[in-house]
């Protein structure tokens, strides 16, 4: 099967891209959610017996005082949000992408990162009541027993808005980051994998960079979105305004970079696997749907030589060397199948 044909093909792309994009997204957060946790106590105002220090620090003080399970506290609640969140965030950026592309090459970056904010907001409006009772189950002293626990009693006590506190702040925050990371990841793909063949080490490197320089670059949006979404004692913020305030109250200008580190740590390395895992899945899926209309077309050209003996065995030798050529090609290629 030659390029023309496989770019012609009726295929369920939206379907692959959003099973791609749940597995990218659970595995993403769930490998890395350790450190996530040490983020999270690191960027409290008040921390309590159980943040300050570094980043081994926090870990080791977390697990010695509240037990070897600890940094994993609320991780649930996580893949419970994260996997429809990353099937909408990745079907509607490949959409996006693939429509709005431009022969101009100059101009594709801009498609990438307008594509990434649109994504963002559907991302952030399924994943933002998880990233809340997340938090609040990483504090220092939590006082739920669970995920359900901390999502009735929040409820209950807070309402609805609760959960949304944050919004306008993650999406200021999740707005910038996923148009930088993407821009990034584009931008590094073009020098380290031109032809934008299925090349995993290439898409771990331009993961994990795009990663730590979207993260760095937001980490004051970050901090302020963990004030909103803690709610600590002593430390009450009602939106991004004034949780600016409240950082710069407690800590300065340096209190906008806390966790910085950990942010990044845990960033790069999460952005790299769920990159790889993305990308190998599409790979996989789009394969199988190769096999499947390889077959088909082989059916075809079996009805083809009863009609046309001639026409047919033209048909079979065009259609062999083509799969000879594709099954032994020297290195696997991923092709991008157009949605229109």
């Not at 008040?46 to 570094?54: A, D, E, L, N, R």
């Not at 399970?69 to 490949?94: D, K, M, N, T």
């Not at 952005?271 to 390889?294: M, N």
Request: charged share 15%.
């Amino acid at each position: 099967m030659n390029v023309d044909d496989y770019e012609s093909l009726p295929t369920n792309s939206v379907a692959v891209h959003m099973t791609a994009g749940a597995v990218a997204g659970i595995m993403e957060h769930c490998v890395m959610y350790p450190f996530d946790s040490v983020k999270t106590r690191m960027q409290a105002l008040t921390p309590g017996p159980g943040g300050g220090g570094g980043i081994g620090e926090v870990l080791y003080r977390m697990i010695r005082q509240e037990g070897v399970l600890r940094p994993i506290r609320g991780v649930s609640a996580v893949v419970a949000g994260a996997g429809p969140a990353h099937a909408l965030y990745f079907s509607c950026y490949e959409c996006l992408k693939e429509k709005f592309k431009s022969t101009r090459s100059q101009f594709n970056h801009l498609v990438y990162g307008a594509a990434g904010c649109v994504a963002t907001i559907l991302h952030d409006g399924v994943m933002n009541p998880a990233e809340v009772v997340k938090q609040r189950l990483q504090m220092y002293n939590s006082p739920y027993r669970n995920v359900l626990n901390c999502i009735q009693h929040v409820y209950q006590k807070e309402g609805i808005f609760a959960f949304y506190r944050s919004y306008t702040t993650q999406l200021a925050m999740n707005v910038p980051f996923q148009s930088i990371h993407f821009i990034s990841y584009e931008f590094v793909q073009s020098i380290t994998n031109p032809e934008h063949v299925y090349n995993p080490i290439a898409h771990i490197g331009s993961g994990a960079a795009a990663g730590a320089i979207a993260a760095a670059v937001t980490t004051p949006l970050d901090v302020c979105k963990t004030v909103l979404n803690t709610q600590q004692d002593g430390v009450h913020a009602q939106g991004m305004i004034d949780a600016f305030k409240q950082v710069y109250r407690f800590g300065g200008i340096q209190g906008y970079f806390r966790g910085l580190r950990a942010r990044v740590l845990f960033q790069a390395p999460a952005t790299a696997i769920c990159w790889v895992i993305y990308e190998s899945f599409k790979y996989v899926l789009r394969g199988k749907q190769d096999d499947e209309y390889s077959d088909s077309e082989a059916d075809n050209g079996m009805t083809g030589i009863n009609q046309n003996p001639t026409l047919a065995s033209r048909s079979n030798s065009f259609q062999g060397a083509s799969l000879y050529f594709n099954n032994h090609a020297s290195s696997p290629v991923l092709l991008k199948v157009t949605t229109s």
